[in-house]
């Protein structure tokens, strides 16, 4: 079993910055996928960022390139999400999720998620 608590979300205005951040614990996980997902009200999940916590390789969703960057701290088993420019489209409740991922882009792809963590974006 992999645990995972997300922190860090907030209320910003449209342009702030914020940082999300996933603390994972349990089982070695070294070979996972690790990402992030959001979820709007009335809308499916969907992807926005992952990483291979083995070799740090990134992939984005389209919506975020350039403005989000994901990361990791291998030393204290975190997992990390710049948000820069946001805007109120980025209103969401963010999770973070781990698993091996044959394709890091589906939410199947993940067995073990967070609870997750509202940001709101007002415009």
């Known amino acids: 079993q992999v645990q995972l608590v997300e922190s860090g979300g907030g209320l910003v205005h449209a342009g702030a910055s914020l940082r999300l951040l996933c603390t994972i614990s349990?089982?070695?996980?070294?070979?996972?996928?690790m990402a992030w997902f959001r979820q709007a009200p009335g809308k499916e999940r969907e992807f926005v960022a992952s990483?291979?916590?083995?070799?740090?390789?990134?992939f984005y969703a389209d919506s975020v390139k350039r403005r989000f960057t994901i990361s990791k701290d291998n030393a204290k088993n975190m997992m990390y999400l710049q948000m820069n420019s946001l805007k109120p489209e980025d209103t969401a409740a963010y999770f973070c999720?781990?698993?091996?991922?044959?394709?890091?882009?589906?939410?199947?792809?993940?067995?073990?998620w967070g609870q997750g963590t509202q940001v709101t974006v007002s415009s």
């Open positions: 990483i291979w916590w083995s070799s740090g390789i990134t």
């Open positions: 999720a781990a698993g091996l991922a044959t394709d890091v882009r589906r939410r199947d792809s993940y067995p073990y």
């Open positions: 349990g089982r070695t996980f070294s070979s996972y996928s």
